[in-house]
């Protein structure tokens, strides 16, 4: 069981907005960023989102977060049949002294 | 260019010791706290444990403390982790992380991953 809460699936056709939600607590989300990681299939994670709602160089502004509270959301406009890959949120937990992650959420293109 | 290039996985039976490392080049390797994360097959990330950019600084998740130990030699830029005690449930790919800055900075480079089997 996962410390923050992901849908286990998501799916959207080529064009489509996706949203993936990531709840957690106020030890972990409702006081600290969020940073979301991509994993394509059969490689390593990539970050894609941190603090919140800011891209790394090179991710494409179909991308955008946001969080409110102790819940996240990672939004994709414009989706891509590239974009299928496992998504995670992720958190540091200050009582746990250490990260959660989401359980992740795997998105197809359909 | 950042790189980070995990060894040292394998196959290994329940009880016995395994040591992993991550050669890291392309960056001040003492000026950024690593951590390790791991994923069982099939199964999503679960971070392991975080190391300061000086040493002086660890944590580990509650799953791992008391068997694993995280470590750093800035003088090789290479990043360890010694597994005792190993259990079936510690099977998956071992990924080294660098942080952004800090230990609670996120996680802006990757390594490629070293998998560690326990099985009997």
């Known amino acids: 069981q996962s410390v923050l809460t992901q849908p286990p699936s998501a799916s959207g056709t080529p064009g489509q907005r996706v949203a993936i939600s990531c709840s957690g607590s106020?030890?972990?989300?409702?006081?600290?960023?969020v940073n979301w990681y991509q994993q394509l299939p059969g490689t390593a994670p990539k970050l894609l989102m941190y603090?919140?709602?800011e891209r790394p160089s090179g991710v494409p502004d179909r991308f955008s977060g946001s969080k409110s509270g102790t819940s996240a959301s990672l939004a994709i406009s414009g989706l891509q049949s590239e974009d299928e890959a496992d998504y995670y949120c992720?958190?540091?937990?200050?009582?746990?002294?250490?990260?959660?992650f989401g359980g992740g959420t795997k998105l197809t293109v359909l | 260019e950042v790189q980070l290039l995990e060894s040292g996985g394998g196959l290994v039976q329940p009880g016995a010791s395994l040591r992993l490392s991550c050669a890291a080049s392309?960056?001040?390797?003492?000026?950024?706290?690593m951590s390790w994360v791991r994923q069982a097959p099939g199964k999503g990330l679960e971070w392991v444990s975080t190391?300061?950019?000086?040493?002086?600084?660890?944590s580990y998740s509650d799953s791992v403390k008391g068997r694993f130990t995280i470590s750093r030699d800035n003088s090789k830029n290479t990043l360890h982790l010694q597994m005792n005690s190993l259990r079936v449930e510690d099977t998956a790919v071992y990924y080294c992380?660098?942080?952004?800055?800090?230990?609670?900075?996120?996680?802006?480079?990757w390594g490629q991953g070293t998998l560690v089997t326990v099985s009997s």
């Open positions: 392309g960056f001040a390797f003492s000026s950024y706290a």
């Open positions: 106020s030890s972990n989300i409702g006081s600290n960023t």
């Open positions: 603090s919140n709602n």
């Open positions: 992720a958190a540091w937990d200050d009582s746990l002294n250490g990260w959660v």
């Open positions: 190391i300061s950019g000086s040493g002086g600084s660890t």
């Open positions: 992380a660098k942080a952004y800055r800090s230990s609670w900075d996120h996680f802006d480079y």
